[in-house]
Every structure is written in structure tokens, then in C-alpha cells.
């Protein structure tokens, strides 16, 4: 009989995972479990609240694009893991065996601020950014100042950036840029930190766009309130200050949602509730148990003196993906091979008329290597991708031959490496 593989999610790394097992054995049982009825490209969240994408754009329903490639869908979110017992319940109380559980939810949303979810946006979700999107036509007709940034504890910090910018665009294009101060709050320890450190010139270029676009920012502060009509944060020293707002879009930070915490502290992080798991994105105590995404556990690059969390993006979900296929794949065939995710990461930060193009290898230091460019080109690149990723869900081919080898003879990327020793931490050297 041929095994059970359960993925726990149908976001990147959920179909990702799906895909490539598909590849790699026509005869596995695969069925996804997620509530949320549809896969959405999140890169362009940021674009969708702004009004330049419509939803149907970058989403597809789920309910009848897995069934096409052999991958049953079960349309309810997890309820409950017994890891022991290998079962899942869903939400409505529908039990499922495996044999192997990959769990790619994506995170809780923590409003960490208070009154930050009643009195600001984020762009974190398709909901979210349609909200926004609303609250937006409204700010047009009558604009003031606007607060964009990140609370304590996040760890995706390039969308604040993305949206900071791109508003600051479409201001302009409306002719009302002079009507609305912006103002950037985070909780790096510098602009341009991103939770890793810096990225090559990172802190430079953000300090340099910010000053061209007259955005002011401040850095190195704790958020703690949100109001209707001002944010307010505190410095190092407890110093409270208060920013007036119109408008704020503040990034929250990421916890494991309720699923993953039910499997137990073998299987969440007690501090945050995400997937423990090894280099090779196995969790140690129960091996036929993976974990791909956001929702891993993967420790901060360097303390700071406000925390801040390492990012995920989707080059390196993608590298997960494909690294936990493999080493399921082998497990079933009895191979002792076991791969590892590079972590290289290619992002391009849109900003509306140009854009910034970043690449590192890999993403957690020491770095190999870090390219750094800008320009007009970037933006319509990024404009490309989305519709290339968008055809590579739709095809069911989530790794084409030709991507692998173009960025290989590019960027030197491998995705996954032959790991020997699994047992390290998420990131770290094999």
C-alpha cells in the first residue's frame, strides 16, 4: 500500500511540498488540509491593498486545482495533532491517518500593540490588504499623515518597506504627496536590518530611498499603542513618544497557530509555537514529521536590542519544500541520502516606478555571497514573476528544469544540499 503524506497548509510551501512529491512518486497518497479555500501570491498583498492588482489576479481556488494533479484536498483548517497516534483532526472533527505530516499552516498573526488590530492594517493577508484597500479610497478623499512599520518580535519586515514606498508612489501619482507626512516606526536596530543582520548595502539604501521620497524613520523603538489618530512607541530608555496618523499599516509579528501547539512542546517551540525541526527540516523526535515555512522554527541571525525574527521568503520555502520531499521520498525508498535547503534567497523590493533587486547565499550569515541592484527593470521583473509563479501553480510544476539550471548558472543557487549530519539547526552549515 502505498504511504500517506498529509500536508497541514496550501500556501507556497504546502503545494510546494505537494508538487514535488508528486514528481517524485506518481503512486504516494497526498492530501492537503487547509480551510483557507484558495492559494493567494502573497509577494503582491502590498499591491492588492494599493488597488493595482484584483484578487482573482493572484489567487487560485484550491477545491478544483489539486484534484487535476492527483492531490486530494480536504477545504478545513487543522484542528488538533496527536503525533504519537500519527493523526490529525480537522475543525469539523474528521480524522486523518499519515504517514508522514508536513505542516506549512504559515503563522498566527500577533498584534503585539494595543489597539493595533482594532486601529491599523497590515498587508499579511488577502483579507487584510482588501481592508486596507477600502481604507485607503477613504484617506484619498481626505488625506493627513500615515505610520508605516513593524512591532517588536517581527519577523517580515520587507512588505512595511515594500508599502512605505509604493504609497509614497501612488501619492504622487494622485497629486496629493505633499498632504501626507509618512513616518517609518520599527523595532530594527537600523532601516534596512530586515532581521538578518543587513543585506550586503541594505542599511544604506533604505536610509538613502527614505531620504529621496522624504519619508522620515526611526529605528530601534517598541511600538506599544495604536490610536485612531496617533501611534505611540518607546525608546530604549522608556522615553514615550507619540507619532500622529491618519492611517497606519504596521506589521505584526508571527507565532505557530493553535494546530501546531496541540502536537505538543516536542513538536512546537514553548517560546513561539512553530515547528522545531533540524537542518533538514525534520523534527528530531518524530521524524515523520517536517516542517516548511513560515511557520518553522528558525532562531534569530543575532540578538538585538529590540527582538526582531530571521524572515522566510519564498525562495527559501521553495528550497524547503523541495529539501523535505526529497527526504521523505528517501525514507520511503530506504536511502540514508538527506538533503538540507540552501536558504539563498532572491528578493526584489517593489517600489512602485523602480524597484531594488537583492540576492544572498546564503540568507542566514555568514554569506557566501550578495548581489545588489536597482532600477526600473527590477519592477517589471518582479511584475513577470508574479505571473511566472502564478503559471508554475497552475501547471503543477513548481521546480521546471530550467529554473534550477538558470539560477544555478546565474547565482551558483543549488536549493538543497546532501546533508550528513541532519541534526543541527535550521540554517546552520551541514
Known amino acids: 500500500m502505498s504511504k500517506h503524506v498529509v500536508i497541514l497548509g496550501g500556501g507556497i510551501g504546502g503545494l510546494a511540498t505537494a508538487y514535488n512529491l508528486r514528481k517524485m512518486d506518481k503512486s504516494l497518497r497526498i492530501t492537503v488540509v487547509s480551510g483557507r479555500p484558495y492559494f493567494g501570491f502573497t509577494p503582491s498583498y502590498p499591491h492588492l491593498a494599493l488597488g493595482w492588482r484584483k484578487f482573482e489576479d493572484i489567487s487560485i481556488p484550491l477545491g478544483s486545482l489539486l484534484p487535476k ?155 506599544t499603542k495604536v490610536e485612531p489618530d496617533k501611534v505611540i512607541y518607546e525608546d530604549l530608555n522608556g522615553n514615550t513618544y507619540e507619532v500622529p496618523c491618519k492611517l497606519s499599516m504596521l506589521m505584526p ?32 523526535t518524530y521524524k515523520n514529521i517536517y516542517g516548511v515555512g513560515v511557520v518553522t522554527a528558525i532562531p534569530p541571525v543575532e540578538q538585538t536590542p529590540i527582538p526582531t525574527g530571521a524572515p522566510k521568503t519564498g525562495m527559501m520555502i521553495e528550497q524547503m519544500a523541495m529539501a523535505v520531499a526529497k527526504n521523505i521520498i528517501n525514507d520511503i525508498r530506504n536511502s540514508p541520502d538527506r538533503y538540507a535547503p540552501e536558504l539563498s534567497a532572491i528578493c526584489i523590493a517593489d517600489f512602485g516606478g523602480d524597484a531594488a533587486f537583492f540576492y544572498a547565499r546564503p540568507v542566514i550569515p555568514p554569506r557566501a555571497e550578495v548581489k545588489y541592484s536597482k532600477g526600473v527593470w527590477a519592477h517589471y521583473v518582479k511584475s513577470a514573476f508574479e505571473r511566472y509563479f502564478m503559471w508554475k501553480i497552475k501547471s503543477g510544476n513548481i521546480a521546471p528544469f530550467f529554473e534550477e539550471e538558470g539560477l544555478k548558472l546565474l547565482f551558483g543557487v543549488k536549493g538543497v544540499v546532501l546533508c550528513s549530519d541532519c541534526s543541527g539547526a535550521p540554517g546552520s552549515a551541514c
Open 69 to 223: 494533479h492527483g492531490i486530494e484536498y480536504v477545504p478545513e483548517n487543522g484542528e488538533r495533532i496527536d503525533p504519537d497516534a500519527n493523526k490529525l483532526w480537522t475543525t469539523s472533527g474528521k480524522e486523518i491517518e499519515y504517514d508522514y505530516l508536513v505542516i506549512a499552516t504559515g503563522p498566527k498573526l500577533v498584534f503585539g500593540a494595543e489597539g493595533q488590530e482594532q486601529n491599523s492594517t497590515s498587508v499579511c493577508t488577502a483579507e487584510h490588504a482588501l481592508e486596507l484597500q477600502k481604507k485607503l479610497e477613504e484617506f484619498y478623499k481626505n488625506p493627513g499623515p500615515v505610520v508605516i512599520g513593524a512591532i517588536p518580535g517581527v519577523s517580515c519586515f520587507g512588505p512595511a518597506y515594500e508599502f512605505a514606498f509604493m504609497l509614497h508612489y501612488e501619492l504622487k501619482r494622485r497629486g496629493i504627496r505633499h498632504k501626507v507626512p509618512i513616518t517609518f516606526i520599527t523595532s530594527e536596530p537600523y532601516v534596512g536590518h530586515m532581521g538578518l543582520g543587513g543585506v550586503g548595502p541594505s542599511r544604506r539604501v533604505m536610509e538613502d530611498l527614505f531620504a529621496e521620497r522624504s519619508i522620515k524613520w526611526i529605528a530601534n523603538v517598541k511600538i
Open 253 to 284: 509579528r508571527f507565532m505557530g497557530p493553535e494546530v501546531v501547539a496541540s502536537a505538543g512542546d516536542k513538536v512546537a517551540n514553548p517560546a513561539n509555537k512553530m515547528v522545531i525541526v533540524n537542518r533538514c527540516f525534520q523534527n528530531p
